[in-house]
């Protein structure tokens, strides 16, 4: 009786150390499986942040307006010869202002930006879209966004802007101004947006050049400046 008694009292205990055992074991594969799906959550937020910015976090996306190139030069109007090399010089000869402005900021922000964000018309500096537009020259009513033309002016871009009914002779001719240095080298070419009071203007990060009439000096105004300032912004990016 006695021994039989202790026979299930040791069966007892092995079964309760075998349902122990499936306790522990299943309690570890939750723990693995927990820590699998936050790996996997994390992965997924990870892909989505790398998508995500590689969408929007750079340069425009598939669905903004594409620049072109510079005509061959052949094809372009001859300009001036260089007479000078100074801007404080060049400038004044073209009858053109330079303006050395503050930094009115450089944050992102998703928001449509107008010329009333900014103290300088056009902008050369200040809070901006987290995407830009691409280097290149750009049909009139092609770049909407006054915050995706800030952002390359901090990365050392140098852009070329011309009043609304510009003489299509004159674009043609700012053209051939960004094709002399290897087909518009860190330059975006454009209609301004910003109702600015210049015939063209260049800016650069917190550097504005205004002309207020177009004439053949004003071509040694805007090389000068070009010479000056092009990847001079606070943000090196190629």
């Known amino acids: 009786m006695a021994h039989r008694q202790e026979e299930k009292e040791r069966r007892r205990a092995e079964r309760l150390e075998r349902e122990e055992a499936e306790r522990r074991a299943a309690g570890r594969r939750k723990r693995v499986q927990l820590a699998l799906g936050v790996l996997l959550a994390i992965a997924a937020v990870g892909g989505i942040a790398f998508a995500a910015t590689s969408i929007g976090g750079g340069k425009g996306s598939d669905n903004e307006p594409q ?71 750009y049909a009139p009513g092609d770049v909407p966004r006054l915050g995706m ?18 003489p299509a002779t004159t674009v043609r001719q700012l053209e051939a101004l960004l094709a002399e240095q290897s087909d518009g080298y860190h330059m975006l070419m454009f209609e301004n947006t910003t109702d600015m009071k210049y015939a063209v203007a260049a800016t650069a990060w917190t550097h504005l050049l205004g002309c207020p009439t177009m004439n053949d000096k004003v071509f040694d105004a805007l090389r000068s400046f070009r010479a000056r300032f092009i990847d001079k912004g606070p943000e090196k990016v190629p």
Do not use: M
């Open 67 to 137: 620049p072109s190139k510079p005509a061959n030069e052949a094809d372009l109007p001859k300009l001036p010869q260089q007479q000078t090399s100074d801007l404080t010089k060049a400038a004044a000869a073209a009858g053109c202002t330079l303006q050395n402005t503050q930094v009115e900021g450089a944050n992102h922000s998703d928001k449509e930006f107008t010329a009333a964000d900014y103290k300088t018309n056009p902008p050369t500096s200040g809070d901006h879209n987290p995407t830009w537009y691409q280097d290149g020259i």
């Open 149 to 166: 033309l800030v952002h390359p002016l901090e990365h050392g871009r140098i852009e070329i802007q011309y009043k609304p009914g510009t």
